[in-house]
């Protein structure tokens, strides 16, 4: 609300916000350009939805998760090698995979690159567009796992974008619930879960399967 915008697109330049503000850290986007806006982005990173067209088929794991390094941080080979290892490890995956392409790992694997990728450059922010949609529920569930693991042990602010209302109650603190590109209410999950004040987030909650009262349980 208060007139604040805080899309992915608009986050990454794409679009020019029609009112309002995008505000990270205090530090309003729209206004940046140049350098100083291509730093900024090193802070503000993105796991996008489908981990099968998300990474590039002609790199190597290894090289998808050093390429932001290479392009931000001009650290010696060694030293971006090392921290791509401990990346892809933290994020439970086996040093081994470094040397294949995508198309060798299943979609859970893909999108836990996704994640090393967007986690390397140590940021504050990251933007997570419909991130475990693409997955079956049991990767979902790991998926969400390791998200939560990550934030805790990272401090990290997570923008996360879903339809999935079961997803959001599991990994949001908070929640904004928008209706045509406008927020029709916002606050704490809990509360927003247990006493929706608009018709409309009624109605989402009520389509959950299993009901609303019981969304959270099912997800786990």
Do not use: W
């Amino acid at each position: 609300g208060s007139g604040k915008t805080t899309t992915a697109r608009c986050i990454a330049g794409f679009l020019r916000p029609t009112s309002g503000t995008v505000e990270v850290g205090g530090t309003d986007v729209a206004r940046l350009s140049g350098e100083q806006l291509r730093q900024f982005r090193r802070k503000v990173q993105l796991v996008f939805q489908n981990p099968f067209a998300s990474l590039d088929p002609r790199q190597t794991i290894g090289q998808i998760v050093e390429e932001p390094l290479r392009n931000f941080d001009p650290v010696p080979k060694a030293e971006r090698e090392q921290r791509v290892r401990a990346m892809i490890e933290r994020v439970g995956l086996p040093d081994a995979v470094l040397g294949r392409p995508p198309a060798a790992l299943s979609g859970g694997q893909r999108q836990r690159v996704a994640i090393a990728r967007a986690l390397v450059l140590k940021p504050r922010v990251v933007v997570l567009d419909e991130a475990v949609s693409a997955l079956d529920v049991t990767v979902q569930a790991r998926i969400l796992e390791l998200l939560d693991e990550l934030q805790r042990e990272l401090g990290l602010t997570y923008v996360f974008v879903s339809h999935d209302l079961a997803v959001v109650r599991l990994i949001a603190d908070t929640v904004s619930v928008m209706r045509a590109g406008q927020v029709v209410e916002s606050g704490a999950v809990e509360t927003v879960f247990h006493a929706p004040a608009h018709d409309y987030t009624r109605d989402l909650i009520a389509a959950i399967p299993g009901g609303g009262g019981a969304a959270g349980k099912a997800a786990q």
